[in-house]
């Protein structure tokens, strides 16, 4: 069974602080088995779902039906909450919830569909809750090495020198069947194409279509298919609206949709201190990378999911405000991923399938911008340590340099 360790000690800590706390992430990512791995740590908890219609009637009766819930001491009870964001009043429903209740209860709020998204706007819930994020399986997560994030800024170049054959293992089998954990635990590769089949379908095809107003939905199930074949490319909008022989507003609306579903996500490039930088092209990455057929295109896409739930999760936590980017200049020079803290940049990670010498760009990036960098490939009988520019450079396989990633 999936323990789920560094999500079990996110939670802790922003509950010790917050008695609202909110989870948000993909569908399918394991949102509703942690929330209840969760609540087997609680003497007394009752958990709620809004897809449960003997569960919506209940809460239309008596919003505070938690009140009824038979207690077997004098605890603290937990309330799991999972998809109140379905509900048309649910924003106003927690501010009352919490208001009346805080002091007495503890409340775990789980749901898709971006949960989080509300906060662009104006946030009736202020001050009211902490958020964090859940995400498919990682190799940081499976190997945890509980080093943190003080550790990894002091030596971000460390490699793991224990149980390789283990990280290659898992590293393999996350290829194969993705990071969600029904394939990943099945292991099997007609499993996986079916559950990947109807997994897509069914966000598309209902969530989308339900929970938006858009009509075009086989424009939008088409734009989605075209873009495991775009990954490691900066995203060329205009390409696909004529593509798709539509405009460029509705494309650039229909990528966000994807975003909104966590179908995708998407980094910025990094332009300071970098002349003749591309400043507006994005790089989209997909979630279930198993479907991405070029190896080279969907080693980079799970390196990005690495550095992509490690930039979350410290964000969520409140260490710092933290970023990720990739480098590419009008000239064609890139480098696909920069972490940032406070708008400064902090590490340089180049993608490579065999090749273990140092990318000219990435050498060239690093001289400039003055950070470590790592150039991570996916197949290597070892790690090499290397200097550039005075600044210290490691090319190491990346199963062996992802589980020291807090």
Known sequence: MLKRVPYVRIWKELSAEKSMVLLAGPRQCGKTTLAKMISAGFANSLYFNWDI????????????????????????????????????????????????????????????????????????????????????????????????????????????????????????????????????????????????????????????????????????????????????????????????????????GWLAILERFYLTFSIAPWTEQISRAIQKERKTYVFDYAVIEERASRFENMIALELFRAVSNWNDMGYGSFGLHYIRTKEGREVDFLLSENHRPMLLVETKSTDETPAANLKRFQAALRVPAVQLVDRAEGFKRLTNAGLPLLVAPAAWWLPNLP
């Open 53 to 252: 219609a003997t569960d919506k009637r209940k809460l239309v009766k008596d919003p505070f039906f938690f009140q009824n819930l038979a207690r077997k001491d004098s605890s603290r009870p937990l309330v799991l909450l999972d998809e109140i964001h379905k509900y048309k009043d649910w924003k106003n429903y927690l501010k009352g919830v919490y208001d009346r209740f805080h002091e007495e209860y503890l409340f775990l709020v789980s749901g898709s569909g971006r949960l989080d998204l509300y906060q662009k706007g104006g946030d009736s819930l202020a001050g009211r809750y902490y958020l964090f994020h859940l995400w498919p399986l990682t190799l940081a997560e499976l190997h945890d090495q509980d080093s943190s994030l003080r550790e990894f800024k002091v030596d971000p170049l460390r490699v793991c020198t224990d149980d390789q054959a283990a990280f290659d293992a898992s590293w393999q089998r996350l290829a194969a069947f993705s990071g969600f954990p029904e394939p990943y635990l099945a292991a099997k590769e007609t499993g996986y194409r079916r559950w990947s089949r109807t997994y897509h379908r069914q966000l598309i095809r209902e969530d989308i279509r339900d929970l938006t107003d858009v009509r075009n939905i086989d424009d939008v199930e088409i734009l989605f298919s075209l873009l495991p074949a775009r990954v490691g490319a900066p995203l060329s909008i205009p390409s696909l609206a004529n593509d798709l022989k539509v405009a460029y507003n509705t494309v650039r």
